[in-house]
């Protein structure tokens, strides 16, 4: 089962990167948008998109008092943009970006 799972998520990041790659091809052969400009707004729109769902899924991370919400501050937006952990990161971060 887990090699099945595997394989699974192995094929979908192929097509996944490939279809990327494609789109990124496409968009800058049909327009005149530079290739710099294209790379940074990809990477807004993850940002953002990335951040809306972690709020949807998890919220704020806040307390409120009860219980449930404890449980789940824990996880949240605050947690996701922790500037200590962005920071801790960050060079691996930067090392991948230069690589692309």
Known sequence: AMDTQMLVISLVYAVTDTSRT?????????SQINPNSMSFLSFLVGLLFASAMTWRSH???CN??????????????????NLRKIVDYGSSSLLQAVTM
Do not use: P, R
């Open 22 to 30: 494609l789109l990124n091809s496409y968009a800058l052969s049909s």
């Open 59 to 61: 919220g704020l991370g």
């Open 64 to 81: 409120n008092g009860d219980e449930e919400s404890q449980q789940k501050s824990t996880k949240g937006l605050l947690q996701a943009w």
